[in-house]
């Protein structure tokens, strides 16, 4: 394969949502990241990738070197440097626009009418340079396990929901760019930012080409938060979950 960096969206292409790599993906991604640099790019935060699986890949350093950290959907990167998680750089808000986008977040989900009475955490959450909405909390599945992950599907399956709530939130803040992102979450950050952006910032600091780039995420659909980064021209392989995603990389591990 003439691919140089496998690209990766995290829930749903290579966990769960917010849970942990199944022992067979830890098994697959420190393989592939033995021959090739790896990207994960969510809009998750850095923490969470700490949760879901850095505490569970590889330890060698040679292997960690190869791997690229794109939380809160590009707005932050982070490279293994001298034994530790070094950030690149950070596109934060400033502390007005941070009151501004959660004012928005907090009419927008009460106007919707989708306001539930059982959270699981906070439901807003400040990443600095990603403000996000969990509808059912952040913490759901931290707390409920595989239960968390089915509430979560079941919430809003043809995704209906989260659109009605981003148009609403969007029309407050226009300025903002405001997206469905996960099963139950809206993603807000500075305009123009999606995955894209962060594939076009990642090849800045890398040097490798649309053409050296392979990506495979579960949302590369029109609307989908995965689909800008097939939009741009780099290949991608769409998958229905982490099931998916490891047959693609056993394919690929075994004809390196």
């Known amino acids: 394969m003439n691919k140089k960096l496998i690209a990766f969206d995290l829930d749903g292409t290579l966990a769960p949502s917010k849970s942990h790599f199944h022992d067979r993906m830890v098994n697959l991604f420190d393989r592939l990241l033995e021959k090739y640099h790896v990207c994960v790019i969510s809009g998750g935060k850095y923490e969470l990738f700490q949760r879901q699986f850095l505490t569970q890949i590889t330890k060698d350093e040679d292997s960690l070197g190869r791997l690229h950290l794109m939380p809160t959907s590009g707005t932050r990167y982070y490279k293994f440097e001298k034994g530790e998680w070094v950030e690149q750089y950070a596109e934060n808000f400033t502390p007005e626009q941070k009151k501004k986008i959660i004012k928005a977040l907090e009419e927008g989900i009460i106007e919707s009418g989708y306001k539930v009475d059982k959270t699981y955490g906070d439901t807003i959450e400040d990443r600095d340079s990603q403000i996000t909405l969990s509808i059912l909390g952040q913490e759901i599945v931290a707390e409920l396990g595989e239960e968390g ?84 021209g780099i290949d991608c392989i769409a998958v229905r979950s982490w099931h998916d995603t490891a047959y693609a990389i056993e394919g690929i591990v075994k004809v390196s």
């Open 149 to 232: 992950v089915r509430i979560k599907e079941e919430w809003d399956p043809d995704g209906s929901k989260k659109i009605k709530i981003r148009d609403i939130v969007a029309k407050k803040i226009p300025e903002f760019e405001v997206r469905a992102a996960g099963a139950t979450s809206i993603d807000i950050t500075r305009p123009g930012i999606d995955k894209a952006y962060g594939m076009k910032k990642l090849m800045e600091y890398t040097g490798f080409s649309k053409e050296d780039i392979l990506f495979m995420g579960d949302r590369i659909v029109p609307g989908g938060n995965d689909y800008a980064v097939e939009e741009m």
